[in-house]
């Protein structure tokens, strides 16, 4: 469907003074060149400047049939025809016909001249690029200024290549001094025949890069740009993307295509073959009968390519009113590249388009191809040329124009942030719209240089009419055109008296007014002026007014107000140069005294903030379209009215119903605030605010209220009237644990403990946890996350609630179970808990309870080895503080010991011989806890010894718990041998404990190895010592159970000891010859 809005796109037109008669026009470079009809003489005219004077006129060599000129390059390529024969020309430097004597150079490609040529090249060259087939179409690429050639079956590009001057003079052979000034050939429109000499002046020529056969298609025009090949025939387009070959192999061999599609019917000269419409994207294009074929230019040191397939389309011929079959052929063949703000070298997209007398399409080739428009004209259509922001086409009388939606496609390219919850932007498949149509006489081409649209009408005399018949012909137009697009102007009285007035002249200025259409001749070369896009916004907006005071919601509205987007967002998007060169920002060419550069800056700075301002105001109406839109829809209010930097308080007010109207709200709205209660956000609304919201979501979604109650925005809300809409719905929709902990939470507010109690009091304390995972908002604010979703960012802090505090006096267990529970469930995390428990002022109890608990239900390893170490610094800390007589006031944990020992796996059971070295008597209740534990974590199984030996440092081991502390180190860490010493020297009476826990298994040798020679020398030494002597019985006892006699015998000691291991060895053989 194509929307028809009668809107403004021109602004003014003029008439070019030209003495004969156009045949040819195109235009590039701020000039317009016309070919004379017949003729062998081009004349340049002036487009930057009122009244497109005279810039330059030179002579061709042959009949001009096809002009195209290059940015990149700033040169002219020709089709000419002279003596029968097609010749394919280029023309640079031709700015220095300027001064009407300027010489010519004449040379074949790849041929540099020398002379003067080589000194600057100051004279006007023409490069004669021989071609073995008649070339049929060129085009030049905008990005490059490589040029494309197509002949009959074949395609070749010729990449520009620049000359360095210094190199070509050290290449010539002639030593000629020549005094004349030098010019260099500059890519700048602007630059003009006085410039001077430069070292690295670079001079133009081509190459012959590629060549591409397509035996099966007649072609009629070809495109290029960027990479990117596009030609038509008849009723066929192929686009195909040219890359450099990184497999020279690769390049060599040709695409596969199926033997169906390679091979011709046979036997089928009875019939008549009409092809059937096609269209194949991306990799199935190459599955289209379209043979090509790549051949090698024969140069060595040239570059290899590959291509690939991007696009095929394919018509059959059909009827169409004022359209023979015959005529129904492809033409207006485009690839269009739109450069950014942000991307000058590269264009951010690249788009292709070609049209039919009877439609239009609009392709996006780069980042997925995709057919973003298809245009239908009202009537049969010769030419159309399309810019960033409009297509223009003509038809036999008239230019129209439509929209099209590159703007669309490169904000997307350009913000990776749109189309989620933060940022939309209209669809770059949005239906199209038809602008206001200009009526002319025999319009023949039409062509486009920024801002402006340049027109060749040449009509017969014979059909000059009547002013009363051109207005029933404009009428007749205007009819035919609301028809075709499903419009019947006779059902609607407003389109009934539009028509009936000669409007189509309104609004139209003639810059040259003693200059008419009938002065001599029957052919007018027209300059039409459109309006900036942002003039054409404001005209929308306008316009968009009546469907806001009768049909606020309707479809029409939503879409102009679309488009009117889209302008914005082409205005945003321009580049430097486009805004320099005329496509730019009007307060820049609106400030008559703005000549210096930094009053331009100042000027464009203005601008853009002005621009952003209307962007903000037109996503506000964009977002009260889709508040009141469909469920399929809706939701595209958020990110509208967050681009327009409305307040909740605004956004509620433009939502209000009226008095008089249904007390309901759109479910954009509502989903609106809905998603903004549950962002975590700084900004809290005022008293009145929140009751209104309140009140919105109790009349309409009264299920959200604990969710919208819970909300920080929510903070300064009637807890009075809240707890009565909230006891209401409590009374209609039954109990529910978020419900009640919201209630409680509102109770506490009002300062109510009793209620508040009895509330909490309802429900056990793992119910209340459920209801905590479910709303974590009721403890937690902030964070970053929407239903408290603790994906908030590492460094995102969060606050504890009212509800939180109270709890962390009244219920610390049910806090720590709840922060633990929300871990678990991924709703906040481990610096954000730390943070709140700091907050609250529990940093040395509530939150090494909340470690402890954490190390009972987390399974992930990363979190359990930072926890182990960070109560273990806890427990160190304690015991450095005891000693120091610095300890913090007493608290009685959550969790003791025994009960971590029995819960927790990471917490093992104490070693019997820690029970020796563990006084009962000589410390506080508080250091034996923290004692307690710590032995209990190394005697688990999780906790990394080498990172707390460090800490350990600070405990003396003087004392006994110390001491033990430094043994389970030691011991942990394999150090048996050191430990039975040590153990020996501080604490004998615990070493059988030691040795029966500790050497077992692979360590039982050291019974004999170790121990039992160290137990013989201190008993030598202090014969008298029971405890020494007591312990080497025992240890007698073990190794005359583990060894042999024979072993048993080489362990005795010759010192004259024997006699007192002889039981021992007795006891030994026994137990050997039972065995």
């Not at 009723?235 to 195909?240: D, H, M, P, Q, S």
């Not at 059909?463 to 404009?474: F, I």
């Not at 007018?524 to 007014?545: A, G, I, R, W």
């Not at 008298?1024 to 015998?1049: Q, R, Y």
């Amino acid at each position: 469907m194509v929307h028809v809005y009668n809107c403004h796109p021109f602004k003014s037109q003029q008439i070019v003074q030209v003495e004969q008669e156009p045949g040819l026009v195109c235009c590039g470079g701020g000039a317009l060149f016309v070919v004379a009809t017949g003729g062998c003489k081009v004349e340049v005219y002036n487009l930057e400047k009122e009244g497109c004077p005279l810039f330059c006129r030179f002579a061709t060599m042959g009949t001009v049939k096809s002009i195209q000129h290059s940015k990149i390059g700033d040169y002219l390529v020709t089709i000419e025809e002279k003596n029968n024969a097609t010749y394919l020309r280029a023309y640079t430097n031709w700015r220095y016909q300027a001064e009407e004597k300027g010489r010519v150079g004449v040379r074949l490609l790849g041929h540099l001249l020398g002379g003067a040529s080589v000194w600057g090249g100051v004279q006007m060259e023409i490069i004669e690029i021989p071609m073995s087939e008649r070339p049929i179409a060129v085009s030049c690429c905008p990005v490059t200024g490589d040029l494309l050639v197509g002949c009959e079956k074949t395609v070749v590009l010729f990449t520009l290549s620049r000359q360095n001057q210094q190199n070509l003079q050290n290449q010539s052979q002639q030593s000629v001094q020549n005094s004349l000034p030098n010019s260099q050939q500059s890519c700048n429109p602007s630059q003009g025949p006085t410039s001077v000499s430069h070292p690295n002046l670079s001079i133009l020529d081509f190459e012959r890069s590629v060549i591409l056969h397509l035996p099966k298609m007649s072609l009629k025009q070809v495109a290029l740009c960027g990479g990117y090949v596009a030609v038509n025939a008849e009723l066929e387009v192929l686009v195909l993307k040219l890359e450099a070959a990184s497999d020279p192999a690769a390049a060599e061999e040709p695409l596969e295509t199926s033997k169906s599609a390679a091979e011709p019917p046979q036997d089928q000269d009875d019939f008549l073959l009409i092809p059937r419409h096609q269209e194949l994207l991306e990799s199935k294009a190459k599955d289209c009968d379209i043979l090509v074929t790549m051949e090698k230019t024969g140069l060595e040191d040239q570059a290899q390519y590959q291509f690939s397939y991007i696009l095929f389309r394919r018509f059959s011929p059909e009827f169409f009113q004022g359209c023979r079959v015959e005529e129904m052929q492809i033409h207006s063949l485009q690839l269009y590249p739109l450069f950014t703000s942000n991307s000058l070298e590269d264009p951010t997209c690249v788009f292709c388009f070609f049209s039919l007398p009877t439609a239009g399409y609009l392709y996006s080739l780069k980042g997925g191809v995709e057919l973003l428009s298809a245009y239908q004209y009202p009537e049969k259509v010769l030419q159309a040329v399309m810019s960033d922001h409009l297509l223009h086409v003509i038809t036999k009388n008239a230019l129209q124009c439509f929209t099209v939606r590159c703007s669309a496609v490169a904000a997307r390219m350009e913000d990776p942030y749109i189309d989620t919850t933060m940022k939309a932007c209209p669809p770059s498949t949005l239906e199209v719209c038809a602008l206001r149509i200009q009526l002319f006489i025999g319009l023949r081409s039409v062509c486009v240089y920024n801002q402006r649209v340049i027109l060749l009408s040449a009509a017969d005399t014979e059909t000059q009419q009547e002013p009363e018949r051109s207005k029933l012909k404009e009428n007749s137009v205007l009819t035919g055109i609301f028809l075709a697009v499903g419009i019947d102007p006779a059902t609607t009285p407003a389109l009934e008296n539009l028509l009936s007035r000669p409007f189509l002249s309104r609004k139209w200025t003639i810059s040259s007014p003693k200059e008419t259409s009938t002065v001599g001749h029957g052919w007018n070369l027209y300059v039409v002026d459109t309006v900036h896009p942002f003039t054409l916004y404001q005209e929308m907006v306008e316009y968009s007014c009546r469907y806001v005071q009768t049909t606020p919601q309707s479809h029409s509205l939503r879409h102009l107000l679309s488009e009117a987007h889209l302008l914005l967002r082409a205005c945003l998007l321009q580049t430097p140069e486009q805004k320099q060169s005329g496509q730019g920002d009007p307060a820049v060419s609106s400030k008559p005294g703005s000549n210096g550069a930094v009053d331009k800056n100042s000027a464009t700075q203005a601008n853009r903030q002005e621009l952003e301002e209307a962007l903000r105001q037109n996503s506000a109406q964009l977002g009260d379209c889709f508040s009141r839109a469909s469920q399929k829809d809706c939701h595209l209010a958020l990110p509208y009215y967050k681009m327009s930097g409305l307040t909740v308080a605004e956004v509620i007010s433009r939502n209000r119903p009226p008095p008089e109207g249904p007390s309901s709200y759109g479910l954009g709205f509502l989903f609106y605030l809905k998603l903004h209660l549950l962002e975590e956000t700084e900004q809290h609304l005022t008293q009145e605010e929140a009751d209104e919201i309140i009140y919105i979501f109790s009349q309409s979604e009264p299920f959200l209220l604990v969710s919208v109650c819970a909300s920080p925005c929510m903070i300064n809300c009637s807890a009075t009237r809240t707890l009565q809409i909230l006891q209401r719905l409590e009374d209609t929709a039954g109990v529910s644990v978020p419900l009640t902990i919201i209630m409680a939470a509102m109770a506490l507010r009002l300062g109510k403990q009793q209620d508040y109690t009895e509330l909490m009091e309802r429900h056990a304390e793992m119910q209340l946890v459920y209801g905590f995972i479910e709303e974590p908002r009721l403890l937690l604010h902030g964070g970053g996350g929407g239903g408290g979703g603790g994906g908030g960012g590492q460094h995102s802090q969060v606050h504890p609630t009212s509800l939180a505090r109270q709890l962390a006096n009244t219920q610390p267990g049910l806090l720590v179970a709840a922060m633990v529970a929300l871990h678990e469930n991924c709703k906040v995390q481990l610096e954000q808990a730390d943070f709140v428990f700091k907050e609250l002022g529990c940093e040395n109890t509530l939150l090494v309870d909340f470690w402890e608990a954490m190390l009972m239900a987390s399974s992930q390893d990363a979190v359990i080895q930072e926890l182990l170490f960070r109560v273990a610094s806890v427990y160190i800390d304690r015991l450095t503080n005891s000693i120091n007589g610095s300890g913090a006031p007493k608290y009685k944990s959550l969790k003791g010991a025994d009960d971590l020992i029995t819960s927790c796996s990471h917490y093992g059971a104490l070693y019997p011989w820690l029970t020796v070295l563990n006084p009962t008597h000589s410390t506080t209740s508080e250091h034996q806890e923290a004692l307690h534990k710590l032995q209990s974590l190394l005697c688990g199984p999780s906790l990394s010894v080498g990172s707390i030996v460090p800490l350990l440092e600070r405990l003396s081991g003087e004392t006994l718990w110390g001491f033990s502390l430094h043994l389970l180190c030691a011991t942990r860490r394999g150090q048996y041998e050191s430990s039975i010493e040590q153990l020996l020297d501080r604490c004998p009476q615990a070493i059988i404990a030691y040795a029966n826990h500790q050497l077992q298994d692979k360590y039982m040798t050291l019974w004999w190895q170790k121990l039992l020679p160290e137990l013989c020398k201190r008993t030598r030494a202090a014969a008298d010592n029971g405890i020494l002597l007591g312990a080497l019985k025992e240890t007698l006892v073990v190794v005359a159970m583990e060894t042999s006699p024979a072993e048993f015998l080489e362990l005795i000691p010759d010192d004259g000891t024997a006699s007192y291991f002889l039981p021992h060895l007795l006891t030994c053989s026994q137990r050997h010859l039972m065995a």
